[in-house]
């Protein structure tokens, strides 16, 4: 079945842009019609949609992080990315990648000098 | 933006039933909002349990179901089991543009 394993810097530098990868296994990216989507959660607080990609390459952003948000996705490599710039403490949490039916185990990234 | 609102924490004694809501800033939840349940328990990623109102998937156990319930999406747990304790979230769709979590609901079996 479908696996996810995201993968990256787990400390970021304020002001930098935190860069994040999710690797799919067992199925490929670009098969079907499905929605990739990066959610992240802060320590103890509830989970955030950030944005999605579709198997056709639109993309669709959180209005409050549109700005600084960019998802891509390497069908050659079976990858999808984010990229968030400027980040701030407020950013550190637990970034997870989802297909909304399966998710990644995540990965903490924290923001810090 | 929209906000979705759940209740905070609810408690169940085991065996009995409960039901979560899911409520929307904008107005009554419809199928069109295509609401999803995820369960979480500590330390874990989030896990799926129902999509687009009421679908559940394979590993979905039974007695947890999905409906739209007086201008809300709801999930009802019916036969509650100690393994059900967790987070519970609602996401839905706007627009099919953007979506949005709830809160989260702490489910406690006691």
């Known amino acids: 079945q479908v696996q996810l394993q995201e993968s990256g810097p787990g400390l970021v530098k304020p002001s930098q842009t935190l860069s994040l990868t999710c690797t799919v296994s067992?199925?490929?990216?670009?098969?079907?019609?499905?929605?990739w989507s990066w959610i992240r959660q802060p320590a103890g607080k509830g989970l955030e949609w950030i944005g999605r990609i579709y198997t056709s390459g639109s993309t669709n952003y959180n209005p409050s992080l549109k700005s600084r948000v960019t998802i891509s996705v390497d069908t050659s490599k079976n990858q999808f990315s984010l990229k968030l710039s400027s980040v701030t403490a407020a950013d550190t949490a637990v970034y997870y990648c989802a297909r909304t039916d399966v998710w990644g185990k995540g990965t903490t990234v924290t923001v810090s000098s | 933006q929209a906000v979705v609102t759940q209740e905070p924490s609810l408690t169940v004694s085991p065996g009995g039933t409960v039901t979560l809501t899911c409520g929307s800033s904008t107005g009554a939840v419809t199928s069109g909002h295509y609401p999803y349940w995820f369960q979480q328990k500590p330390g874990q990623a989030p896990r799926t349990l129902i999509y687009d109102t009421s679908n559940k998937h394979s590993w979905t156990p039974a007695r947890f179901s999905g409906s739209l319930l007086g201008g809300k999406a709801a999930l009802t747990l019916s036969g509650a089991q100690p393994e059900d304790e967790a987070e519970y979230y609602c996401l839905l769709s706007y627009s099919g543009v953007y979506w949005v979590f709830g809160g989260g609901t702490k489910l406690t079996v006691l």
């Open positions: 067992g199925g490929s990216i670009s098969s079907g019609s499905y929605y």
